[in-house]
């Protein structure tokens, strides 16, 4: 695995690590959307994620296999659409389903392939 893609997926992990770490303040949906500050930090680092992803050359993303790449793009396009609305809804819900699987695929990634 080239450094390049190695320091993306770094990236990825950082900003999938943020969005726990700034989602577990809360204990639920209705306190994650009161706080602006927060819910746009983890709204950011969902798009963060995602650019990094689309930097990845298609032929590392064949070669990570226990990746789902159309979920980091899912992160961003349902969550926050082309008027700049935010699903706050969908963004808790996201945290708690699909960020988990994310950072452990992450996680087992950069095992396999080494960490920069």
């Known amino acids: 695995m080239d450094k390049q ?54 032929s590392a993303k064949a070669q990570i296999t226990t990746i789902q790449w159309d979920e980091f793009d899912y992160l961003e396009k349902k969550v926050a659409d082309v008027r700049f609305t935010l699903d706050l809804d969908l963004a808790w819900e996201l945290i708690h389903t699909k960020v988990p699987r994310l950072k452990a695929a992450l996680n087992n990634c950069l095992n396999k392939y080494g960490q920069i």
């Open 5 to 58: 893609t190695l320091e993306l997926l770094q990236t990825m992990l950082t900003g999938i690590k943020k969005v726990q770490e700034l989602a577990g303040n809360f204990t639920n949906a209705d306190e994650f959307k009161n706080h602006s500050i927060a819910n746009h930090a983890v709204i950011l680092n969902f798009i963060s994620v995602s650019d990094a992803v689309k930097k990845i050359d298609e």
